[in-house]
């Protein structure tokens, strides 16, 4: 492929920042000094109470799970329109998964709809920030409280993206963060879990450090650390987080670079989509995005087999997103779909994502678009 779909991000000291973890920290073990680089930085950035950076957002996700007392039988309300580990952290606690319909304007959880989901058994709401677009929060945040749910914000691709101001994953009782290779900001693999309530923070070292309460014991509040529940190991390596450090000193570079491409496109495409060949992304006025991804929707699950084959002809990679959970092996054996699918299979066949990422150039987006307008058969 001439032009590739996603490409890391790299801008340039990652090297000599995972170096200097290597020779001169000599700390390559969890909480290192890079570790704390970043917490401290993305705590006073998104303006978080609590960040503690986890080995991906999948382990987020099973943290806030497990600190949201998740327990077999309870029922978590989530679309099913998103990436498998969305589901996975809930249905390792014993949970059903019961998906909700999305909205076709962001592909997000439609929040008019989640209130019928919900049972005696219904214990968190799942939001999905997807391409880092805001889910409707105040709306999603009244359900909760006036049901007594918590709300897990699934913040992947929503890491510097923000809802009414405030950053996304700092609204809900947890928000999971994504650093892999794939998003806007990296670490090649890796996340962060923020919450606003530190009462969860001694729980959430102890899970983290497996069940010990060695994070106390660092910070020179007890002279010896052992075993005080059950733990996992969450916690990446510095070199990964040295990695990250980079990225995130020059995040607002990234951001610019993205946003410039997600620009570009959204203008130029805008006379396909007037013409009733595609429909383009939609923002709502609440969310400010991240240019986490471009994508567009076609007529058909053909046509867009169509285009991608079309593209790739030219050397452009395109790729469609998720096939929804419900309908998947393991969605049928762990959840089901309340309501009527009204959107969730019909948009997801339609919608495909085009070259997005930090390194692309002008030049290649300004190809991608020329493809795009030379294709007839919309
Ligand atoms: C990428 C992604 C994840 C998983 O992130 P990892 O860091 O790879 O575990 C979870 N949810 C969504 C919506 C994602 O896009």
Redesign the pocket.
């Given at each position: 492929m001439r032009i590739d779909f996603n490409r890391p991000p790299f801008v340039g000291k990652e090297t000599e920042y995972i170096k200097e973890a290597v020779e001169q920290n000599r700390m390559i073990c969890g909480d290192g000094p890079f570790t704390k680089k970043c917490s401290a930085w993305m705590k006073e950035h998104f303006h978080s109470k609590e960040l503690l950076l986890t080995t991906?957002?999948?382990?987020a996700?099973e943290m806030a799970s497990y600190l949201s007392d998740i327990q077999p039988g309870d029922e978590v309300i989530m679309p099913s329109y998103?990436?498998v580990?969305?589901a996975d952290a809930f249905v390792l606690r014993g949970a059903t998964c019961v998906f909700v319909d999305i909205r076709p304007d962001t592909m997000n959880i439609d929040e008019t709809q989640i209130e019928a989901a919900i049972t005696e058994k219904t214990k968190a709401i799942v939001p999905?920030h997807?391409a880092g677009v805001s889910c409707a929060m105040d709306e999603i945040m009244a359900i909760a409280r006036k049901h007594g749910l918590k709300v897990i914000e699934?913040a992947?691709?929503g890491v510097n993206a923000y809802y009414k101001g405030r950053a996304l994953g700092t609204i809900g009782d947890f928000g999971?963060y994504?650093?892999?290779e794939?998003?806007n900001y990296s670490m090649g693999?890796?996340?962060a879990i923020l919450f606003q309530d530190d009462s969860y923070l001694e729980p959430a070292e102890i899970l983290r450090e497996k069940g010990t309460n060695r994070s106390k014991f660092f910070r020179g509040q007890i002279d010896k650390y052992s075993w005080v529940n059950y733990g996992s190991s969450y916690l990446p390596s510095d070199i990964n987080a040295a990695y990250l450090w980079a990225q995130l000193e020059e995040a607002e570079r990234i951001n610019e670079k993205r946003l410039a491409v997600w620009n570009y496109y959204h203008e130029e495409l805008a006379e396909l989509e007037e013409k009733g060949a595609i429909r383009r992304p939609f923002v709502p006025e609440y969310a400010t995005h991240n240019a986490h991804m471009y994508y567009i929707k076609v007529r058909d699950l053909e046509t867009r087999t169509k285009l991608i084959d079309y593209l790739k002809e030219r050397g452009i990679l395109s790729v469609f997103h998720y096939i929804p959970l419900h309908s998947a092996k393991a969605g049928l054996k762990f959840g089901r779909f309340h309501g009527e699918d009204i959107y969730t299979t019909k948009e997801s066949e339609r919608l495909m994502r085009l070259p997005m990422y930090y390194s692309l150039k002008m030049e290649e987006a300004q190809e991608v678009v020329q493809a795009l307008k030379s294709f007839t058969e919309y």
């Open positions: 991906s957002c999948t382990h996700l998103t990436f580990s969305t999905v997807y699934d992947a691709q999971c994504s650093f892999h794939t998003k693999e890796g996340g």
